[in-house]
């Protein structure tokens, strides 16, 4: 667990599975001659043999007496393509619990698109039936995301994603299909990173002076500050998502903008800072 604070917003982390991959498993591109050539990578975000250190995690956000979480991770019981991520019985819920946060504890969940592993714990299974985790929680999904996805599920690649962790908080009614720029409150809101899905987006944080920026797979790893042209297999449309990064890290270089990433490992965040005409993540 990390937590960070941004004025009066606490944003903290809690671990689903953090673990070296192979960098062509995320990234083709991340081979490890080519991590090599970055060598701020290491030892922080790339591991002696060349492979990517990667987090699966959720960031749960305090902010006016609510409480948020970004992401939710991959979940249990769930059929996949993916070994490591099928019929898990992971103990994230305790975590989350003993971290303070009880599931009936959470205001809102926003996904920031609907990947496998970033919606898993959006249910979880109840005598048979998937049911949502967090009862007492609104799910914020960008509708153009929802639209996407429910037009084309996809369930090649991964299994029944939103067959079984998306449409069932659907047809609860618990989902509020919003715009890619909502606004939580005047400390949260949306900001648009499409690209790697069709609605994808990060999540802003401002409050008393202080900024931060949840980036999604808008950035998977921080390799990608150094080569944004290196594209994820899984990307929707890669040249949008790679105009998007390039955006994205011009945007906010040199600013004090704290970047927590979706799947950075440990530490997590860090500020964008030039690397000749490339950037990196300062810690």
Same mark, same amino acid.
């Given at each position: ?9 606490k ?15 995320? *990234?083709?591109?991340?081979q ?30 305090e902010?006016q ?14 059929e996949?393509t993916?070994k ?21 504890s959470?205001?809102y969940?926003?996904?920031?698109? *609907? ?54 908080v ?8 919003v715009?890619?720029d ?16 069709a ?15 949840i ?26 998502a ?5 955006d ?9 903008? *704290? ?25």
């Amino acid at each position: 667990m990390a937590d960070w604070q941004i004025g009066d917003v606490k944003v903290t982390k809690i671990i689903e599975e953090d673990a070296p991959v192979p960098g062509e498993f995320v *990234l083709p591109d991340a081979q490890a001659d080519k991590l090599r050539e970055i060598p701020w990578l290491s030892p922080n975000f790339v591991n002696e043999k060349g492979w990517l250190k990667m987090s699966i995690h959720a960031l749960i956000i305090e902010t006016q007496g609510v409480r948020i979480m970004v992401d939710t991770c991959l979940g249990n019981d769930k059929e996949r393509t993916t070994k490591a991520w099928a019929m898990r019985s992971g103990p994230f819920l305790e975590d989350l619990a003993a971290a303070g946060f009880p599931r009936e504890s959470i205001d809102y969940v926003i996904c920031t698109h *609907l990947h496998v592993d970033h919606v898993g714990w959006n249910t979880m299974l109840v005598d048979g039936k998937w049911v949502p985790t967090f009862p007492n929680a609104r799910y914020l999904f960008s509708r153009t995301e929802w639209e996407s996805w429910e037009k084309d599920p996809d369930e090649e690649h991964f299994g029944p994603v939103i067959q079984d962790s998306v449409r069932p908080v659907i047809d609860a009614g618990l989902a509020d299909l919003v715009d890619s720029d909502h606004r939580v409150n005047d400390e949260v809101w949306f900001e648009p990173t499409h690209g790697h899905t069709a609605g994808h987006i990060s999540v802003r944080i401002s409050s008393q002076g202080e900024d931060a920026v949840i980036t999604g797979d808008m950035t998977h790893h921080p390799c990608q500050l150094a080569r944004p042209e290196w594209r994820c297999f899984a990307d929707y449309d890669a040249e949008q998502a790679i105009q998007t990064r390039w955006d994205f890290y011009g945007r906010y270089v040199d600013k004090p903008v *704290l970047v927590i990433g979706t799947h950075f490992a440990p530490p997590t965040a860090g500020y964008i800072v030039p690397d000749g005409e490339r950037y990196k993540l300062k810690i």
